[in-house]
Each structure stands twice: as C-alpha cells, then as structure tokens.
C-alpha cells in the first residue's frame, strides 16, 4: 500500500489526481494539504473537500490549510483559465466536511515524523507548504520516502506562463529552489511531459463520460469548458482524434 500527502492547489487536473490517489486499490491517501495557487484560496480547500466526498471513501481524508502566499513574489492566480470555482464555474455544491484547524506545514511535519519513510507527497501545487515545513525541521526530507512533483519546464518545449516558465515554479521559484536543495528522493514531472503523458482522447473521454457514475460525472461536468489545448497565451486547433488537454496551467 502506497500512502500519500497530496499538496495541492485544487483545480480540474489536481482535483482529479486527487481522486486516482482516493480510489486507487494500492494507495491510501493520509491527508490533502492546500496550497495558494490555481484560485481563491477558500474555493481550492472547499474542491479538495468536495473532491473527497465525490470519491466516496470508507475513511476520512483530512484537509488541511496551509500557505496563502509565496515566499517573496507577488501573488497570481489562474482562475481566467479555471473559472472561478476552479471547475470551469459549473456550481457544485458545497461539500458536507470541513477542514482541520491544524495548519498545513505543522501537519506535514507531525505526520511525516509520526510515520519516517512510509509518506510520499505528491506535489502538484507552488512548494510553499513544503518549502516552510522544511525550513521548520530540516529532518524532513530524510523521512520522506519519494517527493513526486508536478512543475518545472525542460529545456525543449514552451511553458505554460511565459515562453519558458511552468506555472508552479514560476508562482514560486524561492520555495521551488529550497525543496529542490533540501535533499527529498524527488522525480519531477514537467509541464511538457504532462502534455505528451498525461492527456486524454476525446474517445477517452467519451468512455469516462459514459461509465455514468458520480466520479465520471463529476469528471466529465468539471473538465467540460477545459478541454481545449492552451499552452502560454498560444492555441492550438485541435483535431478530433486529437489528444484534449485536462490543464493549462497546473
């Protein structure tokens, strides 16, 4: 059993990495620690909390609040690409469970040292969270069994802010260069590799829309205003055999 902290800036793409890691049979996910990022900030705590309730567990899933700013550089947002709610502005509601009172960093690292070498994160948001509870216990990256991270832009493909820049590291490259430093087993995957690796057909598609059940639906209604390919301020045309993408910026 593979268990995971997912750190996360809750939009359609890490909603539904989220939801494999919730209904994976070889995974438990342990916690989901929110990061500022894709949205508001209260939005991406209510889709992590609504996201684990689509998912429809036998076990609770704590969420916890963590940085809601970078390091240093100013504060951005994606939510012109997301929709406001981060799913395209289709209105789900509310979810019923409520976040933790327990700060996102302090989480990190109570359960990190409760558990040494058994927790992998899987950071799919700015590593603001991670960055900070590093800097609070330097230990941290030695018990962490893997660090798996989405960001970063090879040299070989155009990113998704600027001509060369990948939206979380560019949302915060201080904390991206601490966690890259501080010594994590990591495997980075960049926004270009997402691109070629992790995009859908619309026949794809059109099997998850049809399996009709809540986690497809909700799949399907998030995804349904995203599927376009963006990448930067360029728009490619897509064909209908074309792969869609599931994200502009992650």
Request: aromatic share 8%; proline share 6%; hydrophobic share 40%.
């Amino acid at each position: 059993m593979i268990r995971l902290i997912h750190d996360t800036d809750t939009a359609q793409d890490d909603a539904f990495a989220l939801m494999i890691g919730l209904r994976h049979p070889e995974t438990r996910v342990e916690a989901v620690t929110i990061n500022y990022g894709n949205i508001e900030f209260d939005q991406m705590v209510k889709n992590a909390l609504y996201t684990i309730e689509v998912a429809d567990l036998d076990y609770k899933v704590p969420v916890y609040k963590g940085c809601r700013l970078p390091l240093i550089v100013p504060h951005d947002d994606s939510s012109y690409v997301h929709g406001k709610d981060g799913f395209g502005d289709v209105g789900f509601p509310d979810p019923q469970q409520q976040p933790e009172s327990e700060h996102a960093v302090d989480a990190l690292i109570r359960i990190i040292n409760e558990n040494p070498g058994e927790i992998s994160i899987v950071a799919q948001a700015p590593l603001t969270n991670i960055a900070t509870a590093v800097s609070m216990d330097r230990s941290l990256p030695e018990k962490v069994k893997h660090l798996y991270i989405m960001g970063g832009q090879s040299p070989y493909g155009p990113g998704n802010v600027t001509a060369a820049a990948e939206a979380n590291f560019w949302h915060d490259p201080e904390a991206a260069k601490l966690v890259l430093q501080a010594g994590f087993k990591i495997t980075i995957l960049t926004w270009d590799l997402t691109m070629r690796q992790g995009r859908l057909s619309r026949k794809q598609l059109k099997e998850i829309e049809d399996l009709k059940t809540p986690q497809s639906e909700f799949f399907t209604k998030a995804n349904a205003g995203g599927c376009g390919l963006f990448i930067g301020h360029y728009r490619l045309k897509p064909l209908d055999d074309a792969p869609q993408s599931l994200n502009h910026r992650t």
